[in-house]
Nanobody
Framework: QVQLVESGGGLVQAGGSLRVSCKVFGIIFRVSAMGWYRQTPGKQRELVATITSGDGTTYADSVKGRFTISRDNARKTLYLQMNNLKPEDTAVYYC????????WGQGTQVTVSS
């Protein structure tokens, strides 16, 4: 059974940092490309960053230079380090396969105050 469990969100002031995590169950994590996505009310879910099984990464232009995606295959965990956060980064953050399949976690709320 595939499960994706996000954690680590919270409230932070603009300019601050947060790291969100995603524990993955039920897939062969080390060979899977993964991604972080985010969604705000009334908007479509958008891709934030991806990482391949070989640690190749891509980022949305809006987060390039501020966010870093990484993975720990031994812990089957995906991370997103977010620095210099802006109020427009406020969203629910989800991890999923890349490209995304039918499996999504519950997400973790990140709120950036100005």
């Amino acid at each position: 059974q595939v499960q994706l469990v996000e954690s680590g969100g919270g409230l932070v002031q603009a300019g601050g940092s947060l790291r969100v995590s995603c524990k993955v169950f039920g897939i062969i994590f080390r060979v899977s490309a993964m991604g972080w996505y985010r969604q705000t009310p009334g908007k479509q879910r958008e891709l934030v960053a991806t990482i391949t099984s070989g640690d190749g990464t891509t980022y949305a232009d809006s987060v390039k230079g501020r966010f870093t995606i990484s993975r720990d295959n031994a812990r089957k965990t995906l991370y997103l380090q977010m620095n210099n956060l802006k109020p427009e980064d406020t969203a629910v953050y989800y991890c999923a396969l890349s490209p995304p399949g039918p499996y999504w976690g519950q997400g973790t709320q990140v709120t950036v105050s100005s």
